[in-house]
C-alpha cells in the first residue's frame, strides 16, 4: 500500500526501531527490495534522488514505483530523495510521490527554512510529507552525490537548538541530521556522534532521519536507533550486491542480461533483507 513518511516513522519513533530507504533506480532493484519487504513483513521506502536520475528519469520511475507501491501487502514510501531543485520536487509531488526530501542544506540557514517552508506547505496540500537536512551530510569520494572536504566533517553537523527552531518554522515532517556520516562507500571507519542524535532526539518531535547509512557497523546502527534515529537511507550496499551478482553470474556462464537478471534481484532481495533485520523493522508490518 503506499502510504507518506508519518505512517511508517512515527510508529517507528515510537518502538524505537527504524525503517530504510533503499534508492531504487530501475526495475530490478525496486523488485528485489518489495520483495525483501514483503518477505520480512516491513515497512519500506523506496524511490531516488536528483543526482540519481541519468540513470532513471523521475517520470519512467514513476511509471512503476507508484502502481508497485499501492500493490504491496506493505506499506511503502515512494520518495524522492535529496531533491535539490524546487521544480524537480513539484514534478515528483505530480507524479505521485508521496514524499519529498528538499535538500537545502548548503543554502544559509535562513534561506533553507524559507525555502523548505514553502515546498512543505505546498506538499502537505497533496498528502504528501517532507524530509527536510540541517547541517551537512558529507560525500565519500566516488559517491553518486560527489566528493566534499571530510576533513573536518564536526563543523558540518546539526545543532540541537537551531534544529528545534528549524523544525519548527518549517513545519517539516521529517529531519536528516549530519552527526559523521557520509555518502558512498567509507574508506576509514566513520565516528559517530550518539550524544548529538539523543539530544536533537530530546527536543524534537519528528522522526530523524541518518545519511549516508551504506557501510556502518551493526553496532554503529543499533546505537543511532538506540538513540533516535528513525529513518535510515541505503543505496551502495545494495548497488554493489546488484554489481557483485552480475560478476558470480558471468563466472558461471551466464551471458546474457536475461540469465543475469534473476541474480540482480536475489542479491538486491538478499541485502535488503539483511537491513531490514537489523533495523528491527521485520514483522511490523503484520
Known amino acids: 500500500m503506499l502510504v507518506n513518511l508519518n505512517q511508517v516513522l512515527l510508529p517507528a519513533k515510537a518502538k524505537k526501531y527504524a525503517v530504510g530507504l533503499f534508492n531504487t533506480v530501475n526495475f530490478e532493484m525496486a523488485r528485489g527490495v518489495l520483495a525483501a519487504a514483503q518477505a520480512q513483513k516491513s515497512p519500506v521506502i523506496i524511490g531516488t534522488a536528483e543526482i540519481l536520475l541519468p540513470f532513471g528519469p523521475l517520470e519512467e520511475l514513476a511509471e512503476f514505483l507508484i502502481p508497485m507501491a499501492k500493490k504491496a501487502s506493505v506499506p511503502v514510501v515512494v520518495h524522492f530523495d535529496h531533491g535539490l531543485s524546487f521544480d524537480k520536487c513539484i514534478e515528483a509531488l505530480k507524479l505521485g510521490f508521496s514524499s519529498i526530501m528538499y535538500d537545502c542544506s548548503t543554502d544559509t540557514y535562513e534561506e533553507n527554512i524559507r525555502k523548505v517552508k514553502e515546498l512543505t506547505q505546498i506538499a502537505h496540500c497533496f498528502g504528501a510529507t517532507v524530509e527536510g537536512e540541517l547541517g551537512h551530510v558529507g560525500d565519500n569520494e566516488g559517491s553518486a552525490e560527489g566528493s566534499?572536504?571530510?576533513?573536518?566533517?564536526?563543523?558540518?553537523?546539526?545543532?540541537?537548538?537551531?534544529?528545534?527552531?528549524?523544525?519548527?518554522?518549517?513545519?517539516?515532517?521529517?529531519?536528516?541530521?549530519?552527526?559523521?556520516?557520509?555518502?558512498?562507500?567509507?574508506?576509514?571507519?566513520?565516528?559517530?556522534?550518539?550524544?548529538?542524535?539523543?539530544?536533537?532526539?530530546?527536543?524534537?518531535?519528528?522522526?530523524?532521519?541518518?545519511?549516508?547509512?551504506?557501510?556502518?557497523?551493526?553496532?554503529?546502527?543499533?546505537?543511532?536507533?538506540?538513540?533516535?534515529?528513525?529513518?535510515?537511507?541505503?543505496?551502495?550496499?545494495?548497488?554493489?550486491?546488484?554489481?557483485?551478482?552480475?560478476?558470480?553470474?558471468?563466472?558461471?556462464?551466464?551471458?546474457?542480461?536475461?540469465?543475469?537478471?534473476?541474480?540482480?534481484?536475489?542479491?538486491?532481495?538478499?541485502?535488503?533483507?539483511?537491513?531490514?533485520?537489523?533495523?528491527?523493522?521485520?514483522?511490523?508490518?503484520?
Do not use: C
Open 148 to 286: 566534499s572536504n571530510l576533513n573536518d566533517p564536526a563543523m558540518f553537523y546539526t545543532d540541537p537548538a537551531q534544529a528545534k527552531d528549524y523544525v519548527a518554522r518549517t513545519n517539516i515532517d521529517a529531519l536528516a541530521i549530519a552527526v559523521g556520516t557520509a555518502h558512498g562507500a567509507y574508506k576509514m571507519k566513520p565516528k559517530l556522534d550518539f550524544q548529538r542524535i539523543a539530544a536533537i532526539r530530546d527536543l524534537l518531535e519528528v522522526p530523524l532521519v541518518l545519511h549516508g547509512g551504506s557501510g556502518l557497523s551493526d553496532q554503529d546502527f543499533h546505537r543511532a536507533i538506540e538513540e533516535g534515529i528513525s529513518k535510515v537511507n541505503i543505496f551502495t550496499d545494495i548497488n554493489l550486491a546488484a554489481a557483485d551478482a552480475v560478476r558470480i553470474a558471468l563466472s558461471e556462464g551466464k551471458n546474457s542480461m536475461t540469465d543475469m537478471i534473476p541474480y540482480q534481484v536475489s542479491a538486491i532481495q538478499r541485502a535488503t533483507e539483511a537491513k531490514m533485520r537489523l533495523f528491527d523493522s521485520n514483522n511490523r508490518a503484520i
